[in-house]
């Protein structure tokens, strides 16, 4: 899970450069100044360095704790889970640090946009960004509610093959300390937001309002479509570089299941005038839909591997 954020990230920074790199000498008096690189490899950097201290300590602080408790306890973690998820810490605290660089990003974005005006992509303000969920304008819109349908109907197909109800459910773990179904409820609740909001956010600006662009301004629309949805596809199976024994199957259909999601959003994305508000809030509540529903429907087989006990 390290690895494929690293490979993204510095994929995403030679990108940037070659990109600023092409610009029109006679308007260089005129874009915006690019951050220094340095601010991409260190949590919140940006927002430090724009002065923004309030905002640069809660995500630090957010992104350093949660990637500690991950690699602090991935061992046990993994000790009741075969799922790509199990370690639920780390995804949460690198998700967050790929929403602080959408900072970064959308500077080098704004960069781009000054020296070729017919650029188009979506500028947002980070804090703006973060709003995206949950305005009504993006949730009440065909693309989420079909995306929320979707992922009840996944959750429909996987609760056929429970064998635990959630009202035998006596117990759940959390790093090692046990606490009852209920308050377990609310945790699970809590990091499936967070993570569902981080991926939402931060996968969406990475792959639609930033690769996306990059390729459908150089490409066409059609080609940059096809070639970030593909990337998004194939990013997901890096998942599977800390299961035991992947099944090879499951790789290849999450890779094609995902690569077809990100068609649709990014054709959403597209046909939005390269706005991504919708996009995220149905990647958003699809995520949360499905963390949170595959307790409630199938608490033996979670989606995190949460370790559960059963009332006798």
Not at 281 to 297: E, I, K, N, Q, R
Request: with cysteine.
């Amino acid at each position: 899970m390290i690895k494929h954020k690293v490979v993204v990230f510095f994929s995403i920074v030679v990108l940037s450069l070659q990109i600023a790199q092409a610009q029109n000498p006679d308007s260089v008096k005129t874009i915006p100044k690019l951050y220094p690189l340095w601010t991409f490899y260190v949590p919140a950097a940006t927002h430090f360095y724009d002065g923004r201290i309030g905002t640069g300590i809660a995500l630090s602080a957010f992104e350093v704790g949660f990637t500690t408790l991950g690699l602090v306890y991935d061992k046990d973690l993994q000790k009741y889970s075969n799922s790509p998820y199990y370690n639920y810490p780390l995804f949460i605290g690198l998700n967050a640090l790929s929403v602080d660089k959408c900072d970064f990003l959308g500077n080098q974005l704004a960069y781009v946009k000054k020296m070729r005006p017919d650029f188009k992509y979506d500028d947002v303000s980070f804090s703006e960004l973060l709003k995206q969920p949950f305005k009504p304008k993006n949730i009440f819109t065909p693309i989420t509610i079909g995306f929320i349908l979707l992922a009840g109907a996944e959750l429909w197909l996987d609760s056929r093959y429970s064998d635990l109800p959630f009202h035998r459910v006596d117990k759940m773990s959390f790093l090692n300390r046990e606490v009852d179904k209920y308050s377990g409820l609310g945790i699970y609740g809590t990091a499936s937001l967070a993570m569902s909001m981080e991926a939402g956010i931060g996968e969406e600006y990475i792959f639609r309002n930033y690769l996306m662009p990059v390729f459908d301004y150089r490409l066409g629309q059609r080609k940059g479509l096809i070639i970030s949805s593909a990337v998004f596809g194939g990013m997901h199976a890096f998942n599977y570089l800390f299961v035991s024994n992947p099944d090879p199957i499951d790789i290849i259909s999450q890779v094609g299941f995902t690569a077809i999601m990100g068609y649709i959003l990014g054709r959403n994305v597209q046909l939005n005038d390269y706005r991504i508000g919708k996009a995220v809030a149905a990647h958003t509540w699809y995520d949360f839909t499905l963390m949170l529903g595959s307790f409630l429907t199938n608490p033996k087989e979670n989606i995190f591997g949460v370790n559960v006990t059963v009332k006798i």
